[in-house]
C-alpha cells in the first residue's frame, strides 16, 4: 500500500518558472489538501480538496492553484515561482471530512527557488 | 482565528528522564486535538489524538489530556528514549467552508536524547 506519494523530492527552479507538484494517494480518500512547512512556522494550509472537482483556499493561496479531477489525484500548480515560494511541500489526505480522521502524509517536495 | 501555540525547541534531555512539550490552543467550539510526529525527510505521522474534553490520548509511551479549562493539551512521556529524538507537532481541528475539518499546527518541538 503506497499511502501519499509525492513527486518530486527536490527540485530548483529559476525565479518566474513554473512547475507542477504531483501528489496521489491510493486510500480513496475523499479529503486532501496541501500544505508548505517554513522553519519556525509550522505547516501551513496552501489548498484543500474535499471531493473531484471541489476545492477550496487555505491560509496561504497566493501564488498557487489546485484542481481535482480524480479521487486520486491532487496536483499542486505555481503559475510563476518566487524565492518566497522556497519551502517543503507536503500533500495530506484522509477519508473523512471529520477531523477525527488521520491525516496520512506525504513524505515532501523540497522545493528551491533561486 | 484558531492557533496552536506549542513550546519552542529544541528540547534536549537525558535518556529515561520525563517529558513534557506544552500546547495550548486558540479556537472557537470544541475542536479535536492532535499530536503528530515527523522523522527526518518523512511526511508526519499521528501519534496520538483527542476528541472531546478530559479525553486523554495515548500511544507508544505517550499521553496528552485534552483539558479544556486550560485549552492545553500537553504532551507527556515517563522515560524517554533516543528513538523519541524527532519533531513534534501540536495541531487543532477547525471547520472549513464545506463544513468539513481542517488542521491547524503549531510550529513544531525538536527533541533530542542524549544517551
Known amino acids: 500500500n503506497a499511502g501519499v506519494t509525492q513527486t518530486p523530492k527536490f527540485q530548483v527552479l529559476k525565479t518566474g518558472q513554473s512547475m507542477t507538484l504531483q501528489c496521489a494517494q491510493d486510500?480513496?480518500?475523499?479529503?486532501m489538501s496541501w500544505y508548505r512547512q517554513d522553519p519556525g512556522m509550522g505547516l501551513r494550509l496552501i489548498h484543500y480538496s474535499v471531493g473531484a472537482g471541489i476545492t477550496d483556499q487555505g491560509e496561504v493561496p497566493n501564488g498557487y492553484n489546485v484542481s481535482r479531477s480524480t479521487t486520486e489525484d491532487f496536483p499542486l500548480r505555481l503559475l510563476s515561482a518566487a524565492p518566497s515560494q522556497t519551502s517543503v511541500y507536503f500533500c495530506?489526505?484522509?477519508?473523512?471530512?471529520?477531523?477525527?480522521?488521520?491525516?496520512?502524509f506525504g513524505q515532501g517536495t523540497r522545493l528551491t527557488v533561486v | 482565528g484558531n492557533s496552536v501555540t506549542q513550546m519552542e525547541g529544541p528540547v534536549t534531555l537525558s535518556e529515561e528522564a520525563f517529558l513534557t512539550i506544552n500546547c495550548t490552543y486558540t479556537?472557537?467550539?470544541?475542536?479535536?486535538l492532535f499530536w503528530y510526529v515527523q522523522y527526518p525527510g518523512e511526511g508526519l505521522q499521528l501519534l496520538l489524538k483527542a476528541t472531546k474534553a478530559d479525553d486523554k490520548g495515548s500511544n507508544k509511551g505517550f499521553e496528552a489530556t485534552y483539558r479544556k479549562e486550560t485549552t492545553s493539551f500537553h504532551l507527556e512521556k515517563g522515560s524517554v528514549q533516543v528513538s523519541d529524538s524527532v519533531v513534534y507537532f501540536c495541531a487543532l481541528s477547525s471547520f472549513t467552508n464545506f463544513g468539513n475539518e481542517k488542521l491547524t499546527f503549531g510550529t513544531g518541538t525538536r527533541l533530542t536524547i542524549i544517551p
Open positions: 479556537a472557537t467550539g470544541y475542536p479535536s
Open positions: 495530506a489526505s484522509s477519508y473523512s471530512a471529520s477531523g477525527v480522521a488521520e491525516a496520512f
Open positions: 486510500m480513496n480518500h475523499e479529503y
